[in-house]
């Protein structure tokens, strides 16, 4: 029986050019997706950072690579603060967003940021699992912080 390679992900900065499959992967992930404006401007922010994670494509697929998944966080002075993990529904479990998580980790450390801060859905188990195995621990509750759902927040650290 042969063995499938597991694919060889690379993490990279979004650019502008990426804008159609990122937004492509925004409104399948999320119920209130972030507008096509919205991502624009955090490329432009001096502060925010987009990464995206690519898959090279097999040679039978077409030349390539193509995204799946992304994160966005803020570097402000010495704190990250995540506001955004995205992972295609179709990719998820692959360890997508746990590679990117480790990928601003360490990018963080890079930057001698001393902690990182991020919330998540009271109801988003999967998204809490993650982050906790990551190492980030509840600090508190943003009441209400998800308005549209009326869905608490639970917020977020992680020391470095």
Excluded: C
Aim: proline fraction near 3%.
């Amino acid at each position: 029986m042969a063995v499938r390679p597991r694919p060889r992900y690379e993490v990279r900065r979004m650019r502008l050019s990426d804008l159609e499959e990122v937004m492509a992967i925004e409104v399948v992930a999320f119920a209130h997706p972030w507008s096509t404006e919205l991502f624009r401007r955090e490329l432009d922010h001096d502060w925010s950072t987009i990464l995206v994670l690519v898959e090279p494509l097999a040679a039978a697929e077409g030349a390539g690579e193509r995204i799946v998944g992304f994160v966005i966080y803020w570097l402000v002075y010495d704190e990250v603060h995540i506001l955004n993990v995205a992972t295609h529904p179709k990719e998820r479990r692959r360890g997508i967003a746990r590679l990117l998580l480790e990928e601003v980790i360490a990018r963080a450390r890079a930057a001698n940021a001393s902690m990182l801060t991020l919330e998540a859905r009271r109801s988003n188990e999967a998204a809490l699992s993650l982050y906790r195995q990551a190492g980030f621990h509840a600090v508190g509750i943003r009441a209400k912080y998800y308005a549209d759902e009326n869905e608490d927040a639970v917020v977020m650290t992680r020391n470095l």
